[in-house]
Every structure is written in C-alpha cells, then in structure tokens.
C-alpha cells in the first residue's frame, strides 16, 4: 500500500497537473495588459539601464561590451514567451506539482554546497556552461507552499499550528541549506515574502506577535553568531558614512558618492564615472545607484513610481483572483518583487547592511530575470481567472437588469409599462 501511495503522489500529482493545466473556456478571462505595459516598461528601463552600467566592466574584463547585456536580451525575449505562455496555464494546476519543486529545490540547495565558490560562498550550480542560483527557485517554492498550505487548511489557518506551524515547516530545510552556503539575504527574504502571506492570509494572527518576535531573535543570532565572518563584516560596514577596510564599506561609499553626483537630472544616460571599476557591482548589486547617478532624482523617482505601479496592479489582481489559493499566489509574487525592490534601495542608500539583493528586472542575472518573468506569468494566470469571473458577473447582471426590464412572469414586481394608445 505504501508503494502504490508513493507512486500515486509522484506520478498520479504529474498526471493531475497534466489534467488540470489547460483552463475552461468560462475560466480563461482576457490577460490584464495595463500590468503587462507596465511590466514590459519596467523591463525595458532595466534593459537600457544594465547596458549603460555594465559596458564598462564588460570591455575591461571580457573586451566585450555586450557580454552582459546581449544574455540578458536573450532571456528577456525567452522569458516574455514562456511569460505568455504560462498565462495561458491553470494556476490551479501548480497544486500538484509543489512537492516535486520542494525536492528537486533541496537537491539543488545540497548540490550547490559542493560546487565551485565564489567570494568564499557556494551559491550556485553549474549546468551545460551555465550558473544557477538555487534561492531563486527557493523563492517561487516558499510562495507555492504557503499559497498551498494555507489554503488547504483554510477553516483552520486561524489556529498557530494549522496556520503558522504547517506552513512554515518546509521552509527550515531551506534555512538550514541557505545558511550553510552561506546566502543570509535570501534567508531574510523568503522570510519576509513569507511573513507578508501569512499576514495578508489572516493566518494565525493572535499568535503572529509570537513568531515575529521568535523570528526576529533567529535572524539576530544568525546574524552576530561567532564565526560568521560574512554577516560580520557587512553589518560593520553599514553607516551614512561607512569607511572601513573591507571592500563593504568601499562601496556602500561609492554607492552614496554615485547617488550624490546624480543630482537633480543627473549626469546623462552613459555618462556615468562611478562604473568605470570605482563602484563593485555596478551590473548587479548596485545598478540602482548607476541609475540615480546617469538620471538624477527624476530618474530615480520614475524608476520608484514604475514599480509602484506594477506592485500596486498585482495587488489588484491579487484582490480579484476567484479563490484565496490565487490570492495567496499572487500576494507572495508580488511581495517578493515588492521585498527585493525595497531592500536593493535601502542597501544602495545606506539605509540597511549590505545584504546583496538585486533589482528586479535591472540587474544582470539570466536566471533571475527568467524566473521572475514566469513568475509574472503565473500572476498573469491569476489575472486571467479574475477577469473571467468579474465578465461572468457582469454578465449576469445585464442579464437581471434585462429580465427586470422585460417583467418576470413568476409573480415577482416588475416594471410599469405605458399602454399603447389606438
């Protein structure tokens, strides 16, 4: 029994998924395209805006100033495919394959630990000539299991172990390998998307103080824990006027030296001087302070106001999924993107340590961005359901507005008619 159990949760959930992937025709509402002009406006600044920032670096390491730009245009084009593509898909379906991301994402967590490091941290996987980041995916599966969870102990998700304990208990193995690595800034993320779902969820709410308070001094002895040498460092170097011996504090300097230069205007797209080899991760880590530098506060301010609008439309869409399993989904995509945003400022201004965050859809980074769009993709899948079912409504009330009209012959009042004079 046990075997016929296990085969029928690792293939019979595929076969489901298959089932279920494609939507009903009453299901499969028109795509939200103000989302999508926004979404492919925020990609195109970020496009011009990597390539601005990046062909210095390019040509002094690679002596190929698109070395960093061309990838990426290609994954965008590929990411806006599967993007569609996966809007077309029914979110409904993801339900069956949650567990097979979970481990598939474990087994990359522990196949990352043994690959080559970079900066002293084994973050990535290497794959056919390509690297990977596994915190990426980490993501999307921490927002899929909590949407999973939370809705499947709905009448329950009041209580602390139906709506804090279960959901949150796939995410430890997560921590355990992401700390291992070490990746602290993913852990602190998927904390927040995580906490961002459970709170808009309404899911042990009594007990919410509790866990933040748990989970604050968690993250704190992580954190300031002997032999944390990472975490350490960047928490010294954090200040408006960080000077250390550590690269750290180097460029949190040149970051606030880039913002200052800026201005008002800015210096002109391309015109830049912190890129040239004075600010460390200008492609990535530190794009937003190329931006307020080449653009000024005007800049800086559209940048901010663009992915407003887009947090505020998936918001929206979150608002009028068809069920709280697509609310759920939408929230945590639209927190992740709301969180990275969020912290990748607060670290270029020196508002918080540097924690190594990259702005979504601006820095360089194929997986990242390919993820994110499909991400965007499954959020778009939620739009669809959403306006099927504000269509469907809409329908019927123009069908009850038309039978009032016309009067109903069960008895009911209707409405007065003139008589036709002779």
Not at 41 to 70: C, E, K, P, Q
Not at 109 to 120: I, T
Not at 213 to 218: D, F, M, S, Y
């Amino acid at each position: 029994m046990a075997l016929v159990g296990f085969l029928d949760w690792g293939f019979g959930n595929l076969v489901r998924f298959a089932k279920h992937i494609a939507f009903r025709k009453e299901e499969r509402g028109p795509l939200s395209w103000p989302f999508v002009g926004t979404l492919l406006l925020v990609l195109v600044y970020g496009l011009i805006m990597l390539f601005s920032a990046s062909y210095v670096t390019a040509y002094y390491r690679f002596n190929d100033i698109y070395h960093f730009i061309g990838p990426q245009v290609v994954v965008a084009v590929i990411g806006l495919l599967v993007m569609f593509l996966i809007s077309n898909i029914n979110y409904q379906s993801l339900r069956y394959v949650y567990w097979h991301i979970y481990i598939l994402l474990i087994g990359m967590l522990v196949l990352a630990l043994f690959s080559e490091p970079q900066n002293n941290c084994h973050r990535w996987i290497y794959l056919f000539g390509n690297s990977l980041q596994p915190s990426e995916v980490a993501k999307f599966a921490t927002v899929l299991g909590i949407a999973l969870m939370t809705d499947q102990q709905y009448q329950k998700r009041h209580t602390l172990i139906r709506g804090l304990v279960i959901p949150l208990a796939p995410l430890l193995p997560i921590f355990v390998l992401l700390r291992l690595e070490p990746h602290n800034s993913a852990i602190l993320l998927i904390c927040m998307i995580a906490a961002t779902m459970l709170f808009c969820g309404g899911c042990g709410l009594r007990w919410m103080p509790l866990m933040a308070v748990l989970g604050a001094g968690g993250i704190y002895l992580m954190l300031t824990a002997e032999g944390n040498s990472v975490a350490n460092e960047r928490l010294g170097a954090w200040g408006l006027l960080a000077e250390s011996d550590v690269d750290l504090g180097y460029q949190t300097t040149q970051s606030l030296y880039s913002i200052a230069s800026g201005g008002l205007t800015g210096l002109g797209i391309g015109n830049s001087r912190q890129k040239h080899l004075w600010l460390p991760e200008a492609t990535n880590d530190f794009i937003f302070s190329i931006v307020c530098e080449e653009l000024g506060f005007i800049g800086a301010i559209l940048c901010i106001l663009l992915f407003v609008l887009l947090i505020v439309q998936g918001i929206l869409i979150a608002l009028r999924a068809p069920d709280y399993f697509g609310t759920m989904l939408a929230v945590g995509i639209t927190s992740q993107v709301a969180w990275q945003v969020f912290c990748h400022i607060g670290v270029v201004t020196a508002t918080l340590p540097n924690t190594g965050i990259s702005l979504p859809f601006f820095s360089s980074g194929g997986t990242s961005l390919l993820l994110l769009l499909c991400e965007m993709g499954v959020l778009l899948s939620v739009s669809r359901a959403g306006n099927a079912r504000l269509r469907s409504q809409q329908k019927q009330r123009q069908q009850e507005l038309r039978e009032r009209l016309r009067g109903r012959p069960d008895g009911q009042r209707t409405v007065y008619h003139r008589p036709q004079t002779q």
